[in-house]
Structure formats: structure tokens, C-alpha cells
């Protein structure tokens, strides 16, 4: 995160004076010269980071404070070599070879500012050193005193030659650098990592999601996807427990990242309330763009029954050493909801579905909804958990077969609707808590919209709210990608519990449950199998995305490293 304006501005004036205090003390310049010359410097650069923000406004990066962060960085790799120079001076007494420490630097800042500028503004190296030129320049001008400047580039020939020599060097081999890392992985990639680069920092730090969702798309595959939905309807209420059929991601903002919340309202609009889960699709099944979600949104119709269906088993649990599934039979098609908390698990793969699927149809049963709790924080499904998962279904689907169903009554409230405050690890979707009423008993679900949850925090809530006598038959979440990759954590996003207190999340269920149940009312359902076409990332692209990135990094690293040493190497030479 970068640092707020009036920040920014302090570390400009911070960094002005660091500029020029070396050069002060060694140049022997008068205190009144330090502190005019700190002033202008301060000054100059706000007004040059003004024209350089107003030059590259076509770009939805460019802002006051990351042009001034550009600046600051430069001009901090500019003092580097003003400090190296001071202890040669300390060791030699040279003053022009002091002074060539300054132009060096400057040189120095030149080759950062045009690698960044490359990187992220333009496509050309010429417009990129064009602009990376103007603020050392006018900046060296105000550091050095202009008759000791001028007497430098005229009595100094010695000295000035290998200066600029060394200077124009450094600039060379960034630009070879550049050329080198442009035509890296491209075959990978598809386009230049720059543009690569561009688009994904356009996305990733002003929502600027065209070209890289463009990107995606071009190297995406058409998918048939099925979503389920149970409509439930009372007296007043239309109530929608939505199974996707796509999964969210990538990143925020880019495709399905939000698709759970843009679900809820989608289906707000038709007069739904409605809770979103989590399939067993993998990141497969991202959608590519806004176009995409805004296609697949619109796939989302309920079409109208004539027999809707009135009873429903009450829900049942089985439990194994380290998976449960609990269930519910609505008619003749089970929805089951798997976990392996408190062990935790990553998504549960696709496998699992197909196998439960099978046992489904073989047992009977009309259709399934096969939802992944996604409420335990741990590592990829391992193949001993997989069959774990499979064969606790299959005790629970043999189970469903054989219970009786009853009339119930239904109740939905979501955290929105009260305004609870929850942190970053909630989702603009918040929290749903679903109730059901069978024979005097009320059960209910948790779904909310967030990634994960933190390991045997589920547990605890559990609890928790049966010490209040509520009963959960599962606490679930959307899987959300609203904060992903943009949170202060190693995982890249925050579980649900991780920023806001367990403590709160309990009072806030207890709280949201003794309001809905005293709206209880009769319902009845129908239950639906949409099908949409949608186009997704394709894995093979994304593998490939994901070795050519890697690619660019390691050589950027390694070349990097090289130029690194080269400059160094150059700048002790100028100092012998």
C-alpha cells in the first residue's frame, strides 16, 4: 500500500534534502544556499511529478502519489551512488570524482525511471527514456552549484569523459535489459511480458480490468455449466439457495471474482433472497471478463412449475474420522454438504462429485446438489480424504433414501439487512443464515460470503450457538475473490475470523437467528437445473501464464543481478 498524500509529500521533502545534504557538506556551500536549494528542490519535483502525472493520464496508473513513489525510488537509488562517492571522497579527496558520483547517479535514476516507465506506461524505449530524462536532469542542475558545475565540464575533461561514458553505459545496458526481458516467454504469454505486466497492474491497482480481462478471453474455452437452485416461496418471501456452476476468481476485480454477491443481486432484482455456495468446479470454471458474468447472470431464469413440492426429511449428519456430510432430502433429490474441518482442505476436487454422482443415480434419487462447505483453511484433498469424502456421502445417501419428509417452514435473514460491520474477511454479500422448521425444531445453515474459514473456528461457532440451544447443520462460504491477492497476508486473502473477532461473529449469529425465527413461515419449492454456456479460463492458459511469469521473474532476477554488478563495477572504475 502506498503511502497517503500528505505522506508523500513529507517523504518529497525528506528526500530533497537527503538529496542535497552530502553535496552541501563536501561542495562546502553556505547554509542559506542548503535551505533555498531544499526548498526549490521540494517544489520542483511536486511540480515535475504534476506534469508527469498529467502526461501519462491515458493510463488509469498513473496518480500524484505512484508517479511521486516513480520519483522517490529513483531518487533514492540516485543517492546510493552520492553515498558510495562520499567514501571514495573520504578515502581520495577528489572532489570531481565526487561530482562524477553525482552525474553517475543521475545516470542511475535515468535507467530506473525508463526501466518502470517501459514496464508500465508505454511500449516504446524512446518515449520511455524521453520522460525518465527531464527530473535528474533539472534535479542535478539544482543540487550542484552552477560555476562548480560548469567549471566540472570544463577544466575536468579527464574526469567528464569516463563520466558520461560510464553514465550512457549504465543507460545501454538497462535498455539491453529491457529488450532482453520484452522477448521472454512470449510464447508462453501470448504478448510481451510488458503488456502482460501492464494489464495486470492496471487491474490490480485501479480496477482497470479491460486488458487483461481481454487477455484471458483470448486464450479462453467455451463451458457448458449447470447451476442448481432450490426457489423456496412463503406467504411473503421468494427465498433462492444458489449451487453456481462457475467458480469465483481470478483476482478482484477481474471476471467471476465477485460472483457470488453479484448472484445475490441479480436474483434480488427478480425478488429473491438469496444465499450463495460453493460447487465442486475448480478455478477452471472462472469466468474470463464482465461480459462473461453479466452472459452468465442473465442464463439465471427460473422457469415456472406447475407442482411444487411441500415437504422435506429433516437433516441428517454422518460423521467419519476426519469428513462429514450433513443432508437434506427436498423430495426425491438430496442436497448434501461436505466438509473435512477441523483437518481443512483446499476445494474439494471435482472427482468427489462424479463418484457421489454416480452413487446417486444408482441409488435412485432424481438429481443431487453437491455443495463444498469451503469452511476449513488447509492443503490440497489427498487421495485418502477423497475416498473419505465419497464413502461418508454414499452412508448418508443410502440414509436419505429410507427417511420420511414433513411439511416445514422456512426463514432467511442476511447481516445487509441489519448493517453489521464485519472486516475484510467478509464479502460485500455478508453473512445468510437459512432456518428450517420441521416438527417444532429449527435447524440452521450459515452461509457466508467469504474464503474459507480459520481451522476449528467452525467448530467453536458450532458450539457456541448450541450453548444458546441453535442448532447449525453447516456453516459454509462463498469462496469469494473480492479480497484475493490484495490483503496483507502470506495466503493472499483473509479466512472468515482472521479479521473480525470470533467473538462478534458468534454475538452476530445469535443476534441474527432470534430475529429470523420469529419470522418463521410455511414454504414449498421447486428445484432447478440451469444450463449455461459461458466462456472460462482455460487451465492449459493458465498453466502457461503461471511458467512464463515465472520465467520473467527468474531472468528478470538474474539479469537484473548482472546489471546490478556491471554498474557497480562501472561507478568504483570512475572513482579510481
Not at 432424481?366 to 455443495?371: C, G, P, R, T, V
Not at 492443503?379 to 465419497?390: G, N, R, S
Not at 450457538?465 to 493472499?492: F, M, P, R, Y
Not at 444450463?531 to 511469469?549: A, L, M, P, Q
Request: net charge neutral; aromatic share 8%.
Amino acid at each position: 500500500t502506498l503511502p497517503n498524500t500528505q505522506t508523500t509529500l513529507g517523504l518529497i521533502i525528506l528526500i530533497s534534502v537527503a538529496l542535497l545534504s552530502i553535496p552541501s557538506i563536501i561542495l562546502e556551500v553556505t547554509t542559506e544556499y542548503f535551505i533555498s536549494r531544499s526548498v526549490i528542490i521540494s517544489l520542483s519535483l511536486v511540480l515535475m511529478i504534476r506534469i508527469e502525472q498529467k502526461i501519462l493520464s491515458k493510463n488509469s496508473i498513473s496518480n500524484f502519489r505512484r508517479i511521486a513513489s516513480l520519483n522517490i525510488f529513483s531518487i533514492m537509488i540516485w543517492l546510493v551512488f552520492i553515498l558510495l562517492g562520499s567514501l571514495f571522497y573520504i578515502l581520495t579527496s577528489k572532489v570531481d570524482n565526487f561530482i562524477s558520483s553525482i552525474v553517475i547517479g543521475m545516470f542511475s535514476s535515468i535507467s530506473i525511471r525508463t526501466l518502470i516507465l517501459r514496464s508500465v506506461f508505454y511500449d516504446s524505449i524512446i518515449k520511455s527514456t524521453i520522460i525518465a530524462l527531464t527530473v535528474p536532469l533539472i534535479t542535478l542542475l539544482l543540487i550542484i552549484p552552477y560555476e562548480i558545475l560548469i567549471n566540472f565540464h570544463i577544466n575536468s575533461i579527464t574526469v567528464i569523459t569516463p563520466t558520461y561514458f560510464i553514465g550512457i553505459s549504465i543507460i545501454s545496458l538497462l535498455i539491453i535489459y529491457i529488450r532482453t526481458l520484452a522477448n521472454t516467454s512470449v510464447e508462453q504469454l501470448k504478448i510481451s511480458p510488458f503488456k502482460f505486466l501492464r494489464a495486470f497492474a492496471k487491474a490490480w491497482s485501479s480496477d482497470d480490468i479491460d486488458e487483461l480481462e481481454q487477455i484471458i478471453t483470448d486464450n479462453s474455452k467455451e463451458n457448458n455449466t449447470t447451476t442448481k437452485i432450490i426457489e423456496l416461496t412463503t406467504n411473503k418471501d421468494k427465498i433462492s439457495l444458489v449451487l453456481p456452476g462457475v467458480h469465483p476468481g481470478p483476482i478482484y476485480p477481474v471476471g467471476s471474482s465477485n460472483i457470488p454477491y453479484q448472484i445475490q443481486e441479480e436474483l434480488l432484482l427478480k425478488g429473491y433472497k438469496t444465499a450463495v455456495f460453493h460447487g465442486m468446479n475448480s478455478h477452471e470454471f472462472n469466468l474470463t471478463s464482465k461480459y462473461e458474468v453479466r452472459r452468465y447472470l442473465s442464463s439465471l431464469v427460473m422457469k415456472e412449475h406447475n407442482n411444487k413440492h411441500n415437504t422435506t426429511s429433516k437433516p441428517y449428519k454422518i460423521k467419519s474420522k476426519n469428513a462429514t456430510a450433513s443432508g437434506i432430502l427436498f423430495n426425491n433429490t438430496p442436497l448434501i454438504i461436505l466438509t473435512l474441518s477441523p483437518k481443512g482442505s483446499d476445494d474439494i476436487p471435482e472427482i468427489v462429485e462424479e463418484k457421489v454422482r454416480e452413487i446417486s443415480e444408482d441409488l435412485g434419487f432424481k438429481d443431487i446438489i453437491l455443495i463444498d462447505s469451503h469452511n476449513s483453511e488447509g492443503d490440497i484433498v489427498d487421495e485418502e480424504d477423497v475416498d473419505e469424502l465419497i464413502n461418508t456421502t454414499r452412508e448418508l445417501l443410502n440414509k436419505l433414501k429410507k427417511v420420511k419428509q414433513y411439511s416445514f417452514d422456512i426463514s432467511y435473514i442476511n447481516s445487509n439487512q441489519l448493517n453489521l460491520k464485519f472486516r475484510e474477511d467478509v464479502g460485500p454479500g455478508g453473512i445468510s443464515l437459512f432456518l428450517l422448521k420441521i416438527e417444532n425444531k429449527i435447524f440452521g445453515i450459515i452461509i457466508a460470503d467469504a474464503n474459507n474459514i480459520i481451522n476449528k473456528y467452525r467448530e467453536i461457532i458450532i458450539n457456541e450457538l448450541l450453548n444458546n440451544k441453535k442448532e447449525i447443520i453447516e456453516i459454509c462460504t462463498s469462496d469469494t475473490h473480492v479480497t484475493a491477492g490484495k490483503i496483507k497476508s502470506k495466503k493472499g486473502y483473509l479466512s472468515l475470523g482472521e479479521a473480525t473477532e470470533i467473538s462478534k461473529l458468534t454475538k452476530y449469529f445469535i443476534e441474527m437467528w432470534e430475529i429470523a425465527e420469529r419470522d418463521m413461515d410455511r414454504a414449498e419449492y421447486n428445484i432447478h437445473s440451469i444450463e449455461s454456456r459461458v466462456n472460462t479460463i482455460n487451465d492449459e492458459s493458465f498453466s502457461k501464464y503461471y511458467i512464463g511469469v515465472k520465467t520473467v521473474m527468474k531472468k528478470a532476477k538474474n539479469n537484473g543481478i548482472l546489471v546490478t554488478i556491471a554498474t557497480l563495477l562501472l561507478f568504483t572504475i570512475s572513482q579510481i
